[in-house]
């Protein structure tokens, strides 16, 4: 998933009900990452939250059994932590290839519009079963 989108998902896990974002800027997630993503390839980035501005950076880890070990700077000093299973990592690449191209990004309800189409997002699902979590 793009950052706007996980920068959604985590205002949505504070408790904010609906959020949208438009894209004028920069693809959210460089190539290397989205195909990164895709075969659990370590690689770091550095990024642009979409709300603070700050300058934070991502990780995939490693592949480490049936789970691709990822992690994510969040604003305030927070992190998220997730263990992606692999068998998610082609349609979570495709995903974070999508938000990264998407003109628009509605988050409302628990429920994320791309460019008007509605999307079952892997992140939100993942932050809901406990497959990402966040570190304070």
Request: with cysteine; charged share 20%.
């Amino acid at each position: 998933m793009s950052r706007k989108i996980l920068g959604l998902v985590v205002v949505l896990s504070l408790g904010v009900q609906s959020a949208a974002l438009s894209s004028e800027q920069a693809p959210m997630y460089s190539e290397d990452f989205v195909l990164s993503v895709e075969e659990c390839d370590p690689v770091r980035e550095q990024f642009t939250h979409p709300f603070t501005g700050q300058r934070l950076h991502r990780e995939i880890h490693e592949l480490k059994g049936d789970v691709c070990i990822y992690s994510e700077e969040m604003p305030g000093g927070m992190a998220m932590d997730c263990n992606w299973p692999v068998n998610d990592l082609s349609t979570l690449s495709a995903q974070y290839k999508q938000l990264s191209n998407a003109k628009s990004v509605t988050v409302s309800n628990g429920v994320t519009t791309v460019d008007g189409e509605e999307i079952d997002s892997l992140l939100e699902m993942y932050l809901s079963t406990g497959v990402c979590t966040f570190r304070f």
